[in-house]
């Protein structure tokens, strides 16, 4: 399963990187992952126009794109685009952050689960 992946380097700017998580045959009840332990979920509905300035990602997370679009844009400059079924895993919880936006006159619905920071033991 292909995730996309927003992070910060070394300098404070935040870049896009495409992840695979690996999917293992589970029998009838299809492909499973490994578990991801997670801290709490969160359900998010933004208005059609929605914007968010430059802003870090408050926690490390997972973003379920349920409906709506959105454009997400780092400060490298690159900007992509987002829909429903798509998953993010925002991980530039420092630095300048990114930039979000609606798209598309919709309103959008998504969930976050918040994931342990990097070196939080369960």
């Not at 700017?13 to 992840?19: G, K, N, Q, S």
């Not at 998580?21 to 009838?28: E, R, Y």
């Not at 969160?42 to 914007?51: M, S, V």
């Not at 925002?90 to 976050?112: A, L």
């Amino acid at each position: 399963m292909k995730i996309t992946r927003i992070y910060t380097d070394a300098d404070g700017e935040t870049h896009f990187d495409e992840l695979h998580v690996p999917l293992l045959d589970a029998g009838v009840i299809g492909y499973l992952s490994e578990t991801v332990p997670a801290r709490g979920v969160i359900f998010r509905e933004n208005p059609a126009d929605y914007f968010y300035d430059w802003h870090p990602a408050p926690n490390r997370q997972f973003i379920v794109m349920l409906d709506g679009e959105i454009e997400i844009e780092v400060s490298d400059g690159e900007a992509r685009r987002f829909r429903g079924g798509d998953v993010l895993l925002v991980e530039d919880t420092h630095g300048r952050g990114h930039k979000t936006r609606n798209v598309g006159g919709m309103p959008r619905r998504s969930i976050f689960i918040l994931l342990e920071e990097k070196g939080e033991s369960g």
